[in-house]
């Protein structure tokens, strides 16, 4: 999860990605204008943040998508 002056963002696998962003109002994570979007990041719709039902949904929809996902190894 990502949470800045652009929005909040959640991660995900493909199939809930495009789920997303199929909402309108969601976007690929993007932090400044000329920075390549996320493959895997997805700003939620700011009509969501007032709908705790459905947004808990997706957080629970990325949390499990983040488990699945092997730990990125420290750089030495």
């Given at each position: 999860?990502?949470?800045?002056?652009?929005?909040?963002?959640?991660?995900?696998?493909?199939?809930d990605?495009?789920?997303?962003?199929?909402?309108?109002?969601?976007?690929?994570?993007?932090?400044?204008?000329?920075?390549?979007?996320?493959?895997?990041?997805?700003?939620?719709?700011?009509t969501?943040?007032?709908?705790?039902?459905?947004?808990?949904?997706?957080?629970?929809?990325?949390?499990?998508?983040?488990?699945?996902q092997?730990?990125?190894?420290?750089?030495?």
């Amino acid at each position: 999860m990502s949470l800045s002056d652009v929005g909040l963002a959640l991660k995900f696998g493909e199939a809930d990605r495009l789920a997303l962003l199929s909402l309108k109002g969601a976007k690929p994570l993007q932090y400044e204008p000329d920075s390549p979007p996320s493959k895997s990041y997805v700003v939620v719709p700011d009509t969501m943040l007032s709908d705790p039902k459905t947004l808990q949904s997706w957080i629970a929809k990325s949390a499990a998508f983040v488990r699945t996902q092997e730990p990125k190894r420290k750089k030495k």
